[in-house]
């Protein structure tokens, strides 16, 4: 038996959703806990996020919306299995369905102020059996950072703050067409102002969910360490026993009497291993945290683990705009390829995929389309309807042209879609052929090609208030001047990692489980495949097996306080 610095009941491995959970529900049953954060700040990429959880079943959806059985139908039509997709199984999905609402449940009772994402929110594949059309989704409220006193400043920074719910501040752009939109926009202009002459500091979205979950967490005498890297998982005998970390300088060992919670992200910033695991990406393409570089992968593997779906990101579509290497988000383009008036094109003019739908799968098409013809960068196609009603990179609702964009390349144009073609390298004959092909659809109010437009979701990336085309998302392209923006297979995490059971626990080669040993979030393969069901199917996952992880190392079974 090695010898160890400290000893705690459940030694945590990161600080992401999964974390938190994990820690509160420990924290409740009386078990002592540490976490350990590698980075100054916490929260982890889920802080960074759009902090929604997909959870099928939930105490906000109206009676009768939706069922656990509904939710498996879904997840078991949608999610592929086979050898290629190990992190997932019939048991993992009833798990999910099963305990992810009364994990929501368990969160409200500590007190966290959480609500529906939105009435309209629909699943990514909500045409499939068991899709649900209106939203499994749950969020945080906007939470004022200032309650967490002397930890505020090691909450991570998120990507909105402001007092602004995230389905409110979806519809901003769309304020010239509604005065309800404006009033909102004003309510939230009196907001920010209130906050700042009474020394709020709000913040939306993951933020407000870590927020929360920080606040709750330091209500219990759990420890919270940042800075703090584990760089070696001690496993003995088939059994997790504690983590190496540091202190002072020196090697600090930690041991664990219940067992050792690995959430410590992904490896979206390490080049080496996007090499070896998704060859043609980027790490200057991906909205992970800096400090996501695959570290427990490595551990996790070397103590046993399996390492499955590596190939796999969670795709978010994007562009380079002038000062997109300086963002703290790299500009979307998902809500500018789904909008009317707008198509997506390889490099050869030709359209091959359905712009609408998940930013997942689009990514995914990508990629592999790259494979046959070149797609990566991709070319997103607008006219002047699009340019005059929308938003684009920064700028939000329509507008004129920033001369910016010209004038540094990245925004092309054209007073013709042949002179457009050329701007982009693109035979004139392919991409009008293409253009006239998408008119005709929208002029016929049926897309033959690839059926834009015909699930929900479709409709919810698109346009509320458009009313010239067949849905709200279809529209003609035939105002000059024509404009084209690339577009990049971006992603805002990776999607692979250790194969882990229904409880969590990290199995090895055998399909045994390692005593003691759990992970959660995107250190591990995701439950759900190579496909992401509906918005925070990554959240969702990750806070939900945390606290099954919790729960099972703690002998709760099903028990929930």
């Known amino acids: 038996m090695p010898e160890f610095d400290e000893t705690f009941d459940w030694v945590i491995v990161g600080s992401g959703g999964g974390a938190m959970t994990s820690a509160l529900m420990m924290a409740k049953a009386g078990k002592s806990v540490v976490m350990l954060e590698k980075a100054q700040w916490l929260g982890g990429t889920t802080c960074k996020s759009g902090g929604t959880m997909w959870v099928p079943n939930n105490r906000f959806m109206d009676p009768g919306e939706d ?121 939230i202009g009196v907001s ?39 760089s070696e998982l001690v496993v003995e005998d088939g059994k997790a026993l504690g983590v190496v970390t540091v202190r002072d300088g020196k090697p600090w060992r930690i041991g664990a009497r219940l067992g050792v919670l690995v959430n410590a992200g992904g490896f979206g910033k390490n080049q080496a291993m996007r090499d ?75 359209r091959y995929v359905n712009e609408g739908g998940s930013y997942e799968l689009f990514c995914q098409a990508m990629r592999e389309h790259d494979r046959v013809a070149p797609a990566v960068p991709s070319w997103g196609i607008m006219d002047s309807q699009y340019m005059a009603r929308y938003s684009l990179a920064d700028r939000i609702g329509g507008g004129p042209v920033k001369p910016e964009w010209l004038s540094s390349g990245w925004l092309k144009q054209g007073a013709t879609i042949e002179e457009l073609a050329r701007a982009i ?67 805002v995490g990776t999607y692979g990692g250790v194969i882990t059971d229904a409880s969590a626990r990290v199995l090895n080669a055998d399909g045994s489980p390692i005593e003691g040993l759990y992970a959660c979030g995107i250190s591990t393969a995701s439950p759900f495949g190579g496909v992401y069901p509906g918005a925070g199917a990554s959240v969702g996952p990750s806070m939900t097996f945390g606290w099954i992880a919790a729960k099972h190392a703690a002998g709760l079974g099903n028990q929930a306080f």
């Not at 969160?107 to 068991?130: K, M, N």
């Not at 004959?429 to 979701?457: I, M, S």
């Open 425 to 491: 390298e693109v035979d004139p004959a392919a991409l009008k052929a293409t253009v006239e092909r998408w008119n005709q659809f929208v002029a016929a109010g049926r897309d033959e090609d690839f059926h834009r437009g015909e699930r929900a979701y479709d409709d919810y990336l698109g346009d509320p208030f458009f009313k010239d085309g067949p849905n709200k998302t279809m529209g003609k392209i035939e105002k000059g001047p024509f404009y084209a923006a690339e577009v990049i297979p971006a992603d």
């Open 67 to 187: 069922s656990t059985e509904k939710a498996i139908t879904y997840l078991d039509a949608v999610v592929p299995e086979g050898p290629q997709f190990p992190g997932t199984s019939p048991e993992r999905r009833r798990a999910y369905a099963t305990e992810a609402p009364r994990m929501i449940d368990f969160l409200v009772g500590e007190g966290l102020a959480l609500e529906r994402g939105s009435h309209f929110w629909p699943d990514y594949y909500d045409e499939l059996p068991g899709g649900c059309k209106t939203s499994r989704t749950v969020q945080a409220l906007p939470f004022d950072k200032r309650q967490l006193g002397a930890w505020e400043p090691k909450l991570r920074q998120g990507f909105l703050e402001m007092p602004v719910k995230m389905k409110d501040a979806w519809m901003v752009p769309f304020a010239r067409f509604s005065w309800k939109i404006k009033l909102m926009i004003a309510r």
């Open 276 to 350: 070896k695991y998704m060859p043609g990406t980027h790490v200057e393409w991906s909205n992970e945290i800096e400090s996501n570089t695959g570290d427990m992968h490595k551990e996790l593997e070397r103590v046993g683990g399996v390492l499955a779906q590596m190939d796999e990101m969670v795709g978010f579509q994007s562009t380079r705009a002038p000062g997109w290497d300086k963002a703290y988000v790299i500009p979307g383009m998902q809500g500018v390829t789904a909008k009317p008036h707008a198509i997506l094109v390889d490099r050869t003019g030709v």
């Open 192 to 230: 920010i102002v209130m906050g700042k002459l009474t020394g709020k500091h709000w913040v939306t979205a993951g933020a407000a969910l870590q927020g929360r979950m920080l606040q709750a967490v330091l209500k219990t005498p759990a420890d919270i360490r940042t800075e703090t890297p584990v």
